[in-house]
C-alpha cells in the first residue's frame, strides 16, 4: 500500500468534501502596471510575462487564471509578482488547501469549458467561484502535489533538453545556409520563388478539430488555424503568415491544404528546392520585417525584394538532407524528444485525474 493510500484510509476513509472555490479562495482582479518603473517583478497577462516592473500586487504563492483569451493556460506562481486585467489572481487560504493543489485541482477542470463569450474567450469571477474541488486533509493533498511534481518535474527536464535540440539545431542551420565567396550566388527571393496570398475565407466554415468532413488543413496569418471542407492548394509549399500577431512564421505544407488570404504559399523555381526555401526562410527570422501597428502584416512586394543565398542543387539537397533529421528530432511528435515528451504528458494527465479523483462526502 502507498503513503498516499494509507493516508486517506487514515483521513478520509468515507470520500471528502467538495467545496465551490469561493470557500477555498479569494479570486482578484489585475490592473494596469504603467505606472510602474522597469524591474525584477513578473508582469502576468492572459499569455504568460510580458514584463518585468519595479512593484508587485502579491507575494504569496497564487494560481492565476486567464480572464479573456487563453483561458485554458494556468499559471502557477510562488514569487512576487503583478497581473494585468486580462488575468485574474487568487488569495487561498491555506488553512484549507494547499496553493499547489489547486493548481492542479484547476488543471484537471479545464477551465475552458465555462467560456461565456461568443468571441474571445471569457471568464467571469461568478461563474468560477462556483466551481468545486475536492479537499481532502492537507496531508492528502500534500502527498498528491509531491506524486504530481515528480511527473511534471521529469517533463519539465525533458523539454529543457528539446530546447537545447532546437538550439542545436539553430546553429547549424545558421552554419550551414552561411556560404563562402562564390559557394553560392545572391539572388532577390522574388527570382527564386513566385509568391501569392492564398484565398478569402469568408464564406467558408473552419473547424477547430479534424473531422472526416473537415480534413483539410486551413493556413492563416500565425500558422494552421483549423481545418476545411475543400482544398485550395496540393502539393508541397513554405507557407509564410503576412498578418497577425505571429505574422512571419514558417510552415510547411504537404499534399492538399487551404491558404487563406492571410498566408502567403511560396512556389520555387526550377533552381530552388521547396524544402531548401523553407530551411532558408526559417532561418531569415522574417518576423523582424512586418509593419508596425494595431495589425502587424508582411507585404509581398516586401518579401520579394529580399536576398537569399542559393547554391548548387546539389548543395541544396545535402543541406536539406541535415536540417530535415534536424528537425524531425526537435518537432516530430512521432519520434525522440517531442514523442516522449507527449507520452509523459499523457501519463502525467492520466494520474493527476485518478489521484483527484475522490467519493464525495
Known amino acids: 500500500m502507498s503513503k ?38 513578473p508582469v502576468y497577462g492572459s499569455g504568460g510575462i510580458m514584463t518585468y516592473v519595479s512593484g508587485y500586487v502579491y507575494d504569496k504563492p497564487s494560481v492565476l487564471i486567464p480572464r479573456k483569451g487563453s483561458i485554458d ?7 512576487p509578482f503583478w497581473n494585468v486585467d486580462t488575468i485574474f489572481y487568487t488569495d487561498i ?29 471569457s471568464l467571469t469571477q461568478k461563474v468560477l467561484n462556483k466551481v468545486k474541488l475536492p479537499v481532502p486533509p492537507l496531508e492528502v493533498q500534500r502527498e498528491i502535489v509531491r506524486i504530481l511534481d515528480s511527473f511534471t518535474l ?21 552554419k ?41 488543413e486551413c493556413y492563416g496569418g500565425n500558422g494552421i488555424r483549423g ?27 504537404q499534399g492538399e491544404f487551404y491558404a ?24 531569415m527570422n522574417l518576423n523582424q520585417y512586418k509593419s508596425q501597428g494595431a495589425q502587424p502584416g508582411l507585404a509581398v512586394s516586401k518579401l520579394e525584394n529580399l536576398q537569399i543565398k542559393l547554391p548548387s542543387i546539389e548543395r541544396q539537397k545535402k543541406i536539406v538532407k541535415v536540417l530535415d533529421n534536424f528537425d524531425a528530432i526537435c518537432t516530430d511528435l512521432n519520434i525522440g524528444l517531442p514523442a516522449e515528451i507527449k507520452a509523459r504528458q499523457k501519463q502525467y494527465e492520466y494520474y493527476r485525474d485518478k489521484l483527484l479523483s475522490f467519493k464525495e462526502i
Not at 553560392?184 to 472526416?212: P, Q, V, W
Not at 487563406?260 to 532561418?283: I, P
Request: hydrophobic share 30%; with cysteine; glycine share 6%.
Open 93 to 121: 487560504d491555506t488553512t484549507k488547501v494547499v496553493p499547489r493543489y489547486v493548481y492542479f485541482c484547476l488543471q484537471r477542470e479545464h477551465l475552458e469549458q465555462y467560456n461565456t463569450a461568443g468571441g474571445v474567450p
Open 4 to 41: 498516499l493510500d494509507e493516508l486517506i484510509d487514515e483521513l478520509c476513509p468515507d470520500g471528502v468534501e467538495y467545496r465551490e472555490l469561493k470557500h477555498v479562495l479569494t479570486i482578484k482582479n489585475g490592473k494596469d502596471y504603467k505606472s510602474l518603473s522597469k524591474g525584477k517583478y
Open 154 to 174: 521529469l517533463t519539465a527536464e525533458l523539454t529543457a533538453e528539446l530546447t537545447a535540440r532546437k538550439k542545436q539545431y539553430e546553429y547549424y542551420r545558421n
Open 227 to 253: 481545418y476545411v471542407e475543400s482544398p485550395s492548394h496540393q502539393g508541397e509549399y513554405p507557407i509564410i503568415g503576412r498578418q497577425g500577431a505571429l505574422c512571419g512564421n514558417v510552415n510547411y505544407a
Open 176 to 216: 550551414l545556409l552561411t556560404f563562402r565567396f562564390n559557394e553560392a550566388k545572391s539572388i532577390r527571393l522574388g527570382d527564386a520563388c513566385i509568391m501569392k496570398a492564398g484565398k478569402a475565407i469568408n464564406t467558408i466554415s473552419i473547424s477547430e478539430e479534424k473531422t472526416e468532413n473537415y480534413k483539410y
Open 73 to 79: 493556460k494556468l499559471y502557477y506562481v510562488e514569487e
Open 260 to 283: 487563406t488570404e492571410h498566408a502567403v504559399v511560396v512556389d520555387g523555381t526550377g533552381n530552388v528546392l521547396q524544402r531548401y526555401l523553407y530551411h532558408m526562410l526559417t532561418a
